[in-house]
C-alpha cells in the first residue's frame, strides 16, 4: 500500500515520491534536476527509484 501512494505522489510530484521513499539523497538532488528539465524524465525516475526500493 506505501508503494501505491508513493507512486501516486510521484506522478503528481516527482520530488516527493523520491523523498518519501530515499529522503535528502542523491537520487532526490537527480529528481529535482530532471523535474525542472521535464516533468516526464522526472516521473519516470521517481517511478523507476520507488520501485527499486520496494519491498517486496
Request: charged share 10%; hydrophobic share 60%.
Amino acid at each position: 500500500m506505501k508503494s501505491i501512494i508513493r507512486i501516486l505522489f510521484a506522478i503528481i510530484l516527482p520530488p516527493i515520491g523520491v523523498f518519501l521513499t530515499v529522503g535528502l539523497g542523491k537520487s532526490f538532488w537527480i529528481n529535482i534536476l530532471l523535474t525542472l528539465l521535464g516533468f516526464i524524465p522526472g516521473i519516470v525516475h521517481a517511478v523507476w527509484i520507488i520501485a527499486k526500493n520496494s519491498e517486496n
